[in-house]
């Protein structure tokens, strides 16, 4: 089951008006569609054998006109969505490296003694908030993870992010200092109700800190494949500039990081909070230029990847070469999808993640296993669909390479490595 998304989720155009009491008039206000991947399973929904597949649902984009957030045109409800939910937060160098630069950041606001994180996963981030003095308190849907983090010690309410989450949160802590949201606010569905919930949580001095994926960076790298069914809205400062009007929040400050292939942590002040506006917001605001013609350019530059990496995949096993996944990340199911493969042409895909293994990419017959497989069956080329921890990746599968394995890297430009 999912919903058609029909209105834009930041500043509501394409919604039918009218006075209260009475049925809304419809309206000539229309998204834009831009790209359109088909119909494509859950990306996350990895499967067992004797497990019901995940079913197909459209993948489609649309684009606001008015306030330029790109959204998906379907919505599948959370609870299809998260339920038993195998994206587990990276224990990679990359991303201990990011929560450092992030935990920097944010202690320039003031030191975050209490901090509530919205979509928390198994833990982990809370786990590094914990190490460095605070007191936590977690949010999250997916009960395998919740459960996994009150076991580690990470106190955590299991839901969405809701007014009951909210005040649950707040009453088990004392003054928020820090409400973070790690690539959570993209999976919403009900921005405003979310705003509201921020609300319920936040002293007029809590920092609240949103990082997101930044759709610049998506269109500037052709990221397509990080577009899926979980990734509801592929967000500019924009649109949260128009989500904000009305609400008791403002942009305070953005900062770029490089995890996921580019992502922003837009930081949120009270309006009574007293603190002024940095210039990063004004001055991101002003650099921003995303339009039809943006996204035209984007789609087209998509196929053109997928055709590049189709013909290359086809010559190899025309060649007799065997070819795999690396990485079983949603992006990877993106892409096999995409692509429509089957065990014919990736034999498998291997993954660090004890959650994904033994089961198969959602939609394909293609099975993952553990990373080991490199260098037990030795096969000439692996896809690297975890290209946003490339570096670390490389330098742990040296020893393949040096046997004659090569990395296919599809983001930001299709490569060989080594060449
Ligand atoms: P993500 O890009 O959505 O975080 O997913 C990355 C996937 O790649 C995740 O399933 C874990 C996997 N991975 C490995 O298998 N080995 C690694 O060294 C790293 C960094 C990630």
Not at 111 to 137: M, Q, W, Y
Request: with cysteine.
């Amino acid at each position: 089951m999912w919903l058609k998304h029909t209105a834009c989720r930041a500043c509501r155009y394409a919604e039918p008006k009218g006075p209260p009491g009475i049925k809304a008039a419809p309206t000539n206000e229309k998204l834009v569609r831009v790209f359109d991947l088909g119909l494509q399973p859950l990306s996350n929904a990895f499967a067992k054998a004797d497990e019901p597949q995940s079913a197909f649902y459209p993948l489609e984009v649309l684009l606001c006109p008015r306030c330029s957030l790109a959204q998906l045109s379907a919505t599948v409800p959370a609870d299809v969505l998260y339920k038993n939910y195998a994206y587990v937060t990276s224990n990679s160098e990359t991303m201990k490296a990011h929560f450092e630069a992030l935990w920097d950041a944010i202690k320039q606001e003031g030191e975050p003694t209490s901090v509530v994180e919205i979509g928390s996963n198994d833990g982990r981030f809370l786990a590094f908030a914990k190490e460095h003095g605070a007191v936590v308190c977690g949010i999250d849907p997916a009960e395998n993870l919740a459960h996994e983090a009150n076991i580690n010690g990470i106190q955590t309410f299991c839901g969405v992010f809701d007014a009951e989450t909210a005040n649950m949160a707040r009453g088990s802590l004392p003054p928020v200092r820090l409400l973070i949201a790690r690539h959570v606010f993209c999976h919403v569905d009900d921005w405003k109700g979310f705003v509201k919930s921020l609300d319920a949580v936040a002293t007029k001095d809590t920092l609240i800190a949103i990082e997101v994926p930044y759709v610049a960076d998506l269109l500037k790298n052709v990221e397509f494949d990080t577009i899926y069914h979980e990734h509801t809205s592929y967000l500019s400062l924009k649109a949260m500039e128009w989500l904000l009007r009305d609400s008791p929040f403002h942009m305070h400050k953005v900062l770029r990081f490089p995890i996921h292939g580019g992502a922003i942590v837009i930081m949120l002040r009270h309006n009574l909070s007293g603190v002024t506006p940095h210039e990063s917001v004004a001055s991101m605001l002003a650099a921003e230029d995303i339009t039809e013609k943006t996204w035209k350019d984007f789609s087209d530059a998509a196929r053109n990847k997928m055709w590049t990496m189709d013909e290359l995949v086809k010559a190899l096993r025309a060649e007799g070469k065997t070819v795999v996944g690396y990485g079983a990340s949603a992006k990877a199911t993106v892409w096999l999808n995409a692509l429509k493969y089957g065990r014919k042409e990736i034999s498998f895909v291997c993954d660090s993640t004890l959650q994904k293994q033994h089961r198969f990419v959602p939609g394909t017959d293609i099975s993952v296993t553990d990373e080991g497989a490199l260098l037990r069956e030795l096969p000439e080329y692996a896809i690297m669909w975890s290209w946003n921890y490339e570096r670390e990746i490389i330098a742990k599968n040296t020893r393949w390479i040096a046997q004659g394995g090569r990395f296919i890297i599809p983001i930001p430009t299709l490569k060989v490595y080594p060449a």
